[in-house]
């Protein structure tokens, strides 16, 4: 970009300041900003500064303001002790020029500004500010400060102040407040200039004690709203100031009152009740027993019943819910207290928190005061259970009121959650309806809670609530009550002491109810009717004769579009908990999964849970044949959708859209164009691989087998029909692999079906042969798409081949091996694929903690040296996972040991003398500074290691540290051998870590010690 | 070791481990007011590499990158708070429980994890479960 040259005049630097906030390309601003920077920061800044603010543009003299900051948070150090205290009577002259002469407040302020940003900087100078400023206000111009001494006292200068003036000052405290609080309370630095201000708070104290004294409900802008927000910010300064003195919060406190009396003013009841909300919410201690009697006595007035009345009743956009929230801060700051005193006030005071649950208006669209109270409810809640269960003696006397009151916000809970009319939810905007919905959320946590306390009547309450609504034929009411008693069901599903209470709901009547799919019970309560089933399976595994009507209900609904997906996730719910009930009907269910998929087109997620549910249940069924046949109806189903995805795809001419076999594989179901059969088969092949992988899934056994630690498992003898379903669902494998061999999802789903056999224990369809699996996996390429998720299922495969008889676990991992090498060889340059890169060092290094003789005997010898370099070479690189694969491979190898096998021992020695010096480089680069901040502790590992283990490792280091390659020319000899003795001296202890952080950090230099 | 049926939820989690938000400019810029523990997870650490490039290239200076580690702080804190609203259940053997320096540690072990949407389960063997006040003691 080309710059613009210096402007030669003032005339022209006020040209370019009127240029920069005049309407003008993006191009000419950054240009004028640009120049006009430069000269603010060339050492002409000042007196550029001086001259603009005689201008009477009021930008440029708020640029001139502006340059001021600049030039004292640049160049402050560059002026004497007597231009400084020059420049303050300046400032604050120009200051009162501004106030004088009725220059825009943004002018003024940001002087205020530049004021504030002079006692930053010079604090010792001018450490009497406020009283300073004030001074000068009165006499009308900037004076030296050393004469303040002989000035009246503060409280006679802000008694003559003009009501502009007090305004002045109160912005410039208000800033000194704000600006100071920002900058770091901890560092010695700035201390004494957070001391020099903390000395400031008398004197604004006389500012805002005179601004408050201001008459009231008087007509136009007023001092106390500008002394609030003062005020706001001084208390907010006292909180976090460490050392808050008397010095400051009690000067602070005597305002408290005189703060109080700004609620009698309707304009100023905002912000008011805003600093007490804040203060009570943030600095509750700053209030002292007597500013809480007085806050008390006022909720008691006729004043705040008029407005609760109007946070009840009253439209909260329009006139907010300030009061409400003041409320909910008192309560919040008192809650212990008013939740054990039974006295009458409190009472009082706790129905009205009570209250604000039942506001009018539907939750978030018209009332915006329920969450904010459900909030507080929690939190009394969490109260009373944390008294009620650390004195149980102490909670009679407050007890029965207490629960009174949860009895009432239950109640007005419950109400508040019912659903609108389907006609008033649809014109709510989205945010609406997602805050309405997790404000049901928020009631079902504090429902959760207030169960530990009254667990019984809880639930007995909302049964009886069911039952009367479903009376009335109330459905937003029987809805809210579902909804309630679903939100318990984590706290009592698998307790029978309730089963009473839910027998109640759980009848007949409520499945006819849910079944009526064309009534007037409306879906909404139908969807939370199918969820409270779902929610309570460990109570229909207790009462099983309920199981047929639940199944049946949900069965119904998955064809629906809304229900569908709910219906069929409780079917898979049901049917795995309730497996060894059901066995008994894997064969119904299977033939009403038949009829379901003639009739129509199934979503396919609602498919593929229906056949999770069945395939759960026949793993349950005892009889092994019985298993299989009913196995074998299901695999049949799901093959002959394989077959005609590959006769599809070999003959396109079959595609036929009328066809329900073929419709399985468009989606969207009415697609606008026609989608080729190509496309289509290879739909339908996934969709049935999908299936195919639930199965398995579902197959997967959920009882724990005892593990025998000691002895080898014995190899399971499986019988003919199983070896034949096995080989069949290979070879449909392979087949539908070969037919769609570009398809990277259909990888990841035949590795879903393979690893659903790896975790078991006993024989099963999915629990392949080793043999068979190994097979499969070596027969891929580095084209075979996906590869990477490839390997990282043969690591799953190997921990499952650790977990079973040990006898052919090497002869498994020798063909393995060599091929995960081949496939990392084939990588053009290690990080080009980093799930490949990751996974296949953790294979290798999963294959050398436990069986190190397969790895270091492989053949050809040029592998495993490749392997050694690659991996190295990942060490040194960027890509942050394979890199820390390669620090635990590099881990594991260094510690490697093989104490019964000498000429393996022999091996590992060798080649850890050979690859040490490399190792120590390696590490020492990375450590040196090329390794990213997070990095370090997984790199550190190695180290330790190496230094824990080999007794060349010091002279490895040291070579490595001074090596040329050493990336940091921040460090000295000297901090490197110290480093090094450090290392050497702690033995790989935990230590170690900061050691080498502190050493990376020295490397890297000090911009990198920003963060702790 | 006391078998309990605990039921917590993320949301109330996430509410302890926040600090209070607040609109106020001059809380949101002092960093004194959020933890900085997330800076110690997956985004922070990741988000602490990105910036030592930067400064390592010199597109930036560590003062602008202490920054945004304090804004990163705030937002997470306030978004856990405001926007997250998903939530799980868990159930748990409760092996060990302390509370010291206003720090709440929960290790409970067996641990069964339940999402909002019942989707699915997720099993772990031990859970560490660490919980700060929302309220810095500096703010009660």
């Not at chain 1, 039952?467 to 679903?486: N, P, T």
């Not at chain 1, 290979?730 to 056999?757: D, H, K, P």
Request: glycine share 4%; aromatic share 8%; hydrophobic share 40%.
């Amino acid at each position: 970009m080309e710059q613009l040259p210096l402007p030669s005049s003032l005339t022209e630097v006020e040209a370019l300041i009127r240029a920069l906030y005049s309407r003008n390309s993006p191009e000419t601003i950054s240009k004028i900003q640009e120049v006009l920077q430069r000269l603010q920061k060339s050492p002409q800044g000042w007196q550029l500064a001086s001259s603009l603010i005689a201008s009477r543009d009021e930008n440029v003299r708020f640029y001139a303001a502006l340059t001021l900051i600049v030039k004292l948070n640049r160049d402050s150090a560059e002026l004497s002790e007597d231009d400084a205290k020059g420049l303050i009577e300046n400032i604050v002259g120009w200051v009162l020029q501004s106030l004088a002469d009725g220059t825009s407040a943004f002018v003024t302020k940001k002087l205020s500004s530049a004021l504030v940003t002079y006692f930053i900087h010079f604090s010792h100078l001018w450490p009497n500010c406020v009283r300073h400023y004030v001074h000068c206000l009165d006499l009308g111009r900037g004076v030296s400060v050393d004469g303040l001494d002989d000035a009246l006292p503060t409280s006679e200068l802000v008694a003559k102040l003009s009501p502009q003036q007090l305004k002045a000052a109160i912005w410039f405290a208000t800033s000194l407040v704000e600006e100071v609080g920002k900058i770091d309370m901890n560092s010695p630095k700035f201390a004494i200039v957070h001391d020099r201000l903390v000395k400031n708070a008398s004197d604004v104290a006389y500012l805002l004690a005179r601004s408050f004294s201001q008459p009231l409900n008087t007509p136009g802008p007023k001092i106390q709203d500008d002394a609030l927000n003062c005020f706001q910010a001084w208390i907010l300064y006292a909180q976090r100031v460490p050392s808050n003195t008397d010095v400051l919060i009690t000067p602070l406190r005597e305002l408290v009152d005189p703060a109080m009396n700004c609620f009698a003013d309707q304009e100023l009841f905002q912000p008011t009740a805003e600093l007490f909300s804040d203060v009570l919410s943030n600095y509750s201690s700053f209030l002292t027993e007597s500013h809480y009697g007085a806050l008390a006595s006022l909720f008691d007035s006729p004043w705040a019943a008029e407005h609760y009345n109007r946070t009840i009743h009253g439209n909260h956009e329009e006139e907010g819910i300030s009061f409400g929230l003041l409320m909910l801060a008192y309560g919040d700051a008192k809650v212990q207290d008013l939740m054990t005193s039974p006295d009458d006030r409190s009472q009082r005071f706790l129905e009205k928190l009570s209250g604000l649950l039942a506001a009018d208006g539907y939750v978030v669209s018209d009332d915006a005061i329920f969450v904010p109270a459900l909030e507080f409810w929690s939190t009394f809640v969490e109260t009373m259970i944390d008294n009620t269960f650390s004195d149980e003696e102490e909670t009679k006397s407050w007890k029965p009121y207490a629960d009174q009151h949860l009895k009432a916000i239950v109640m007005n809970c419950w109400r508040k959650i019912q659903f609108p009319p389907a006609e008033t939810f649809t014109e709510w905007d989205s945010s609406e309806r997602v805050g309405f919905s997790d404000g049901r959320k928020d009631v079902a946590d504090m429902l959760q809670s207030i169960f530990t306390l009254n667990a019984s009547s809880l639930v007995s309450f909302f049964a009886d609530l069911f039952l009367q609504s479903v009376a009335a034929q109330a459905w937003a009411e029987v809805e809210a009550s579902a909804f309630c008693l679903g939100s318990l069901s984590d706290c009592l599903s698998d307790n029978p002491k309730y089963d009473f209470e839910l027998s109640k709901i759980f009848d007949l009547s409520f499945f006819e109810l849910l079944g009526e799919a064309h009534g007037s019970v409306p879906l909404r309560l139908r969807q939370t009717g199918l969820s409270l089933i779902e929610r309570y399976c460990e109570y229909f595994e207790r009462h099983a004769e309920y199981l047929p009507h639940a199944l049946n209900l949900l069965f119904a609904a998955v064809g629906d579009p809304v229900l569908g997906s709910p219906s069929a996730r409780s079917i898979s719910t049901l049917c795995s908990s309730c497996r060894s009930i059901l066995t008994g009907e894997a064969g119904a269910f299977l033939r009403h999964y038949q009829v379901i998929r003639n009739g129509q087109v199934l979503d396919s997620l609602v498919e593929e849970r229906i056949i999770l549910a069945i395939a759960s249940i026949m793993q349950a069924i005892p009889d092994e044949n019985q298993r299989l046949e009913t196995f074998n109806d299901l695999y049949v189903l799901l093959k002959n959708d394989l077959d005609l995805a590959v006769r599809l795809k070999a003959h396109p001419g079959l595609l036929n859209l009328s066809d329900p076999n073929i419709l399985r594989g468009v989606d969207p179901p009415n697609p606008q164009v026609t989608p080729s059969a190509d496309e289509v088969s290879l739909q339908i092949a996934l969709r049935s691989l999908r299936c195919l992988a639930n199965v398995g899934r579902g197959m997967q056994d959920v009882k724990e087998h005892p593990v025998d630690l000691d002895h080898d498992p014995p190899p399971k003898r499986i019988g003919a029909k199983l070896a034949s379903i096995q080989a069949d669902i290979m070879g449909v494998i392979i087949e539908v692999q070969r037919n769609f061999s570009t398809s990277g999802e259909m990888i990841e789903i035949i590795c879903n079906i393979l690893r659903a056999g790896f975790s078991e224990t006993e024989p099963g369809p999915f629990v392949l042969p080793p043999d068979v699996v190994t097979d499969y996996l070596v027969q891929q390429t580095f084209k075979t798409p996906r590869v990477g998720t490839l390997l990282s299922t043969v690591c799953s495969f190997v921990g499952s081949l650790y977990s079973g008889p040990k006898l052919f676990v090497p002869n498994h991992l020798a063909r393995l091996l060599p091929w995960v090498i081949s496939i990392l060889k084939a990588l053009p340059e290690p990080e080009d694929d980093a799930e490949i890169c990751q996974n296949g060092i953790g294979l290798v290094e999963k294959v050398m903690a436990r069986y190190p003789e397969v790895l270091f005997q492989l053949q050809p010898s040029q592998m495993l040296e490749f392997f050694f370099m690659f991996s190295l070479k990942v060490l040194n690189g960027k890509e942050p996972l394979p890199k820390s694969a390669a620090a635990e491979f590099w881990s594991s190898f260094i510690a490697l040991k093989s104490d019964d096998n000498p000429s393996l021992q022999a091996t590992i020695s060798g080649a850890t003398n050979h690859l040490g010096p490399l190792i120590a480089l390696t590490l020492v680069q990375n450590i040196g500074g090329n390794a990213a901040r997070s990095e370090i502790d997984r790199l550190t590992e190695p180290l330790k290691k190496l230094i824990s283990n080999h007794p060349r490792a010091q002279a490895w280091l040291q070579q490595a540290l001074f090596h040329e390659s050493f990336p940091s020319i921040q460090v000295t000899a000297e901090d490197k051998m110290l480093f090094l003795k450090k290392i050497v001296g702690l033995r790989g202890a935990r230590s170690t870590n900061q050691v080498v952080r502190e050493f990376w950090l020295s490397c890297r230099g000090s911009n990198f010690a920003y963060v702790s | 070791m006391s078998e309990v049926s605990h039921i917590a939820t993320l949301s109330r989690i996430q509410q302890a481990l926040k600090c209070k938000s607040r609109s106020d400019n001059t809380m949101a810029t002092n960093s004194t007011n959020f933890y900085d523990l997330y800076r110690h997870g997956s985004l922070g650490t990741t988000l602490t590499d990105a910036l030592d490039d930067l400064i390592g290239a010199e597109r930036i200076d560590p003062q602008l990158a202490m920054k945004v580690l304090t804004q990163f702080d705030r937002i997470v804190a306030e978004s856990l708070s405001e926007k997250v609203k998903a939530r799980l259940t868990f159930k748990g053997s409760l092996d060990t429980y302390r509370f010291c320096d206003e720090v709440w540690t929960f290790l409970i072990k067996n641990v069964t994890f339940k999402m909002d949407n019942g989707s699915h389960s997720v099993v772990a063997d031990k859970v560490k479960i660490v919980s700060c006040s929302a309220k810095r003691t500096d703010e009660k």
